[in-house]
């Protein structure tokens, strides 16, 4: 049986559009190969190019427009000119609240030891998953601006952290770690955080009543900046809050090769909604419309989306043509320090992937 996926493409600003175009090519050059897939594909000219000429990031009936999709494929949003809390607000933030993508699965894993500029470590040490809460806490949009532009001015910015909400990550976290053999580590800050990181690690600790299988441990946030550069290999599956996600998987960019080579996937696990996969990066406008975006990071994208989908093989073959093409430094964009352009980089990538299946 013929498994069809529709595929929404939101290719957004700056090299959004270069590297989601890579990303395609994949997807076909994987539709040539295995008779049992197809997929078929829409574009949404959404971002900043459509605001500065409409006044909206996405059409008000984006999001009914995106539902009858099995997956979105998103590049990169923002651009000079059109204010990042909007271009972030009314687009992506949007799809991730209203398709309830809790879950924000970020892969930290080092595929050669030339990628990090930590010393003496290698693949072994540097392979964890980061399981983001993406749905509330501190990015819950919640707050108050009160007298705004007086002396007396106060701004507030509420973390919110529901039970359903807490709970709800954290299950998925040990289910992860139990899946996987791996041990499970919680990042929160109950120390200075008295209200919701307390809670966090109470329903942490509640959780795990039911998982006695897994190992677990708890750190603060910042010794856990701390330990992923200095010690990375102590973590194995890792969850934690959506702003100290957000911060530790830069992080975690850092240590395995920079943004070129970071994804992210933004998880309804129910699948009541259409989930959501991104390169981590940005639109980069410095290097937009040069051809030279690495497209590699887009590419771990349509891994992600083939593991959500069950195509476990493509899944891994599409990282181990990652782990072959990032040792031809010739066929590799500048970021990596090669002299390749973005759609070199795809039709190599294409060539290799063929040649290993
Ligand atoms: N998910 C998203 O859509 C997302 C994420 C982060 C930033 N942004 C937006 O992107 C814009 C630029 O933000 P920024 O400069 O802070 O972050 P950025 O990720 O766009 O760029 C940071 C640096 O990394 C480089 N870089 C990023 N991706 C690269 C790639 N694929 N290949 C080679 N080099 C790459 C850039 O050239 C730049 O020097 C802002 O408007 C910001 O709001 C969007």
């Given at each position: 049986m013929m498994k069809k996926i529709k595929i929404a493409l939101i290719p957004g600003d700056g090299i959004g559009p270069e590297v989601v175009e890579q990303g395609v090519k994949v997807l076909h050059a994987i539709e040539r190969m295995d008779q049992g897939l197809s997929f078929t594909f829409e574009t949404f000219p959404w971002g900043c190019e459509y605001y500065l000429e409409?006044?909206?990031?996405?059409?008000?009936n984006g999001i009914d427009l995106l539902q009858k999709f099995d997956a979105i494929y998103l590049g990169a949003v923002g651009y000079p000119g059109v204010p990042d809390h909007i271009s972030l607000w009314d687009l992506l933030l949007k799809i991730r609240k209203s398709f309830d993508q809790y879950v924000n699965l970020r892969p930290v894993t080092l595929?050669?030891?030339?990628?990090?500029?930590?010393?003496?470590?290698s693949e072994k040490d540097i392979d964890m998953l980061v399981i983001r809460e993406n749905?509330?806490?501190?990015?819950?949009?919640a707050g108050e601006w009160l007298?705004?532009?007086?002396?007396?001015e106060v701004v507030l910015q509420t973390g919110v952290f529901s039970r359903k909400g807490t709970e709800r990550i954290i299950r998925f976290a040990y289910e992860e770690a139990r899946k996987s053999q791996r041990t499970l580590t919680s990042i929160s800050k109950a120390n200075a955080l008295n209200y919701s990181m307390v809670f966090w690690d109470e329903v942490f600790e509640e959780v795990g009543k039911e998982y006695p299988d897994v190992t677990t441990f708890s750190y603060l946030v910042d010794a856990a900046s701390l330990y992923f550069v200095?010690?990375?290999?102590?973590?194995?599956v890792v969850v934690t809050s959506n702003l100290f996600g957000d911060i530790l998987t830069d992080i975690g960019a850092a240590i395995t090769g920079g943004l070129g080579l970071a994804t992210g996937a933004n998880i309804n696990p129910e699948r009541e909604f259409p989930s959501m996969f991104e390169p981590v990066?940005?639109?980069a406008p410095d290097i937009?419309?040069?051809?030279?975006?690495?497209p590699l990071a887009a590419i771990w994208s349509v891994s992600q989306m083939m593991d959500f989908f069950d195509e476990k093989e493509w899944s891994e073959k599409i990282l181990a043509t990652i782990s072959s093409i990032i040792l031809e430094t010739d066929n590799l964009t500048p970021d990596l320090g090669g002299k390749a352009t973005t759609n070199e980089v795809g039709d190599r990538f294409i060539e290799i992937l063929s040649r290993a299946t």
């Open positions: 409409k006044g909206i990031m996405m059409d008000a595929l050669h030891p030339s990628f990090t500029p930590l010393k003496k470590r749905s509330e806490g501190e990015y819950a949009g007298f705004k532009g007086k002396p007396e200095s010690d990375p290999g102590r973590f194995e990066h940005g639109s937009a419309g040069q051809g030279i975006a690495n």
